[in-house]
Every structure is written in C-alpha cells, then in structure tokens.
Nanobody, 117 residues
Framework: QVQLVESGGGLVQAGGSLRLSCAAS????????AGWYRQAPGKQRELVAT???????NYADSVKGRFTISRDNAKNTVNLQMNSLKPEDTAVYYC???????????WGQGTQVTVSS
C-alpha cells in the first residue's frame, strides 16, 4: 500500500525559505512521476512542481525561479525547496506520485505552509 508522508511545513515571514520533504513507501518510487500540489482556502488544488522518473521538471509559472524540486530515488524521497516565499504561497502542500501504467495518483496527508506579510 502506498504511503506518502510529508514534513517541513510551518510558518515563515515573506521572503523566507522552507524545505518540504516527502517520504514514499510501498511502491517502486523510481518509476513514478513525483511532485507537489497545493490548495489554498477556497481554491482548487493546483500543481506546484513535478519531476518525472527521468528528471524532467515542470513548475507552475507562479513559483518558477523561487522553488526547486528534487528527488532521491535511493531514499524514496521528493523535496521542494521554497525560497522568496510570498503570502500567496500560503496553502496546504500535498505530495503526489503518479503510477505510470494505470495513471493512479496517490496523495500524502498534506502539510501546512503559512507565509506572513
């Protein structure tokens, strides 16, 4: 059974940094696209950044140049380094992995990121 556990959220002032980590278990992590989504109050969940098994990255325009996604297949982890945080980055951030054949998505429980102005 897939299990994704996020960590690293918290409260930070605008301009600050946070690093989110997601540890995966119960799957062959290396073959899956992994990434981060976020959901702010009253808004739909949106893509933040993803990285394929081959290392191709995709970022939301709103975070390009500020956020960096990375993964360590040996440790079954995917990370999100968030710099120059803005109040509009405030949201619950969810780790996600995509099974390449069935296209089934698995989600973590989410971690809160709050950026104060």
């Amino acid at each position: 059974q897939v299990q994704l556990v996020e960590s690293g959220g918290g409260l930070v002032q605008a301009g600050g940094s946070l690093r989110l980590s997601c540890a995966a278990s119960g799957i062959i992590f290396s073959i899956r696209t992994a990434g981060w989504y976020r959901q702010a109050p009253g808004k739909q969940r949106e893509l933040v950044a993803t990285m394929t098994s081959g290392g191709t990255t995709n970022y939301a325009d709103s975070v390009k140049g500020r956020f960096t996604i990375s993964r360590d297949n040996a440790k079954n982890t995917v990370n999100l380094q968030m710099n120059s945080l803005k109040p509009e980055d405030t949201a619950v951030y969810y780790c996600n992995v995509l099974e390449p054949i069935t296209k089934v998505r698995s989600w973590g429980q989410g971690t809160q990121v709050t950026v104060s102005s």
